[in-house]
């Protein structure tokens, strides 16, 4: 699938940082990012921009506050051959004055990540951002949780009180399939009034994150969220290597993409327990948040409960009913 329109957003090191409170070392990140740069990726998002009001720096990375001067290590020395950087906002979990103006700033792009009740939040820091000189993003989340109502009414605000360059559709629990995808796209840029300001973000836990993305694209969807390897949280992501081998733009370079994952990701995934899963299948086919898989994860393997799939099954549908 070739279009000049489409942008990939490498997203590794801010989801795959769920998975490890975002301690990643600089060098693994330097790597990433450089890794990316010369592969032609469009975007790499470094992590978060996230209050440290609301989260101790004793307990997490620094990619979950993305400071500028660390940033500003991350790219040093490094071609970026075009390729801009992003960091994410969560509505509920930062600030307006957690941003420097843009001219101070290595950031290019400022994405915020909502629920649909906290749409106002959302809208304020984005453009706030966009004040400051950065592009902006908001991303809803678990949208397919959202009430129709409040999603359609969250939409229309954005079209009206925004200038984002997209919005994102984000199978935050991994429950949508191909034709669900093809209701959100349709919904959003027919709310927002164009199709080159929807983005797609899938999560893994029923394995179509990556078949999700394309559905999107076939659709017409060029803002385009994936990780290495697929490294995110619970199940992950779409993977960054398999879509830029189906865009098939030569713009774009696999080889230090799968250079990259076989130094940084690989040993990282024998640290970390993320991809398809059986407890994470059962929140994806349930349409519930993956921390309850998370958890039974967790389980010593030598536990028989490490293994009561059937158990696990039954407690999360009886939940919420």
């Not at 908001?138 to 009206?160: C, F, H, P, W, Y």
């Not at 360059?165 to 959100?184: H, M, N, P, T």
């Not at 290495?228 to 290597?241: C, D, I, K, W």
Request: hydrophobic share 40%.
């Amino acid at each position: 699938m070739y279009r000049n329109e489409i942008k990939v957003y490498d997203c590794t090191i801010r989801d795959g940082g769920l998975m490890n409170s975002s301690k990643f070392s600089l060098e693994t990140v330097r790597n990433v990012y450089s890794s990316c740069c010369e592969a032609g990726i469009d975007v790499v998002e470094l992590g978060y921009r996230n209050s440290k009001k609301m989260f101790a720096p004793e307990e997490y990375g620094a990619w979950r506050f993305c400071d500028d001067a660390d940033l500003f290590k991350v790219i040093d020395g490094v071609d970026a051959k075009g390729t801009k950087i992003a960091v994410m906002q969560d509505a509920h979990k930062a600030f307006e004055e957690d941003v420097a103006p843009k001219n101070e700033s290595p950031i290019d792009i400022i994405r915020v990540a909502t629920y649909v009740k906290d749409i106002d939040k959302a809208i304020k820091l984005a453009n706030s951002a966009a004040k400051k000189g950065y592009e902006t993003t908001i991303n809803i989340m678990a949208v397919s949780t959202a009430i129709e109502r409040e999603l359609d009414e969250s939409l229309v605000q954005i079209a009206k009180e925004t200038n984002v360059c997209a919005c994102y559709i984000v199978d935050s629990f991994g429950a949508l399939y191909s034709e669900d995808i093809d209701y959100f796209v349709k919904k959003f840029s027919d709310i927002l009034g164009d199709i080159n300001k929807v983005g797609i973000h899938c999560h893994n836990q029923q394995q179509l994150g990556y078949a999700n993305t394309i559905e999107a694209i076939i659709k017409g969807v060029n803002h385009l969220d994936a990780t290495l390897y697929g490294f995110g949280r619970a199940a992950g992501n779409a993977p960054t290597e398999l879509l830029i081998g189906f865009l098939k733009n030569p713009k774009y370079n696999i080889r230090p993409l799968l250079d990259v994952i076989g130094k940084e990701i690989i040993p990282l995934h024998e640290e970390m327990n993320w991809g398809y899963s059986i407890p994470y299948m059962v929140c994806g086919l349930l349409n519930r948040h993956p921390q309850a898989g998370m958890d039974m994860m967790k389980i010593p393997k030598k536990d028989p409960e490490s293994r009561n799939y059937a158990g696990f099954y039954d407690k999360m549908a009886e939940e919420d009913f």
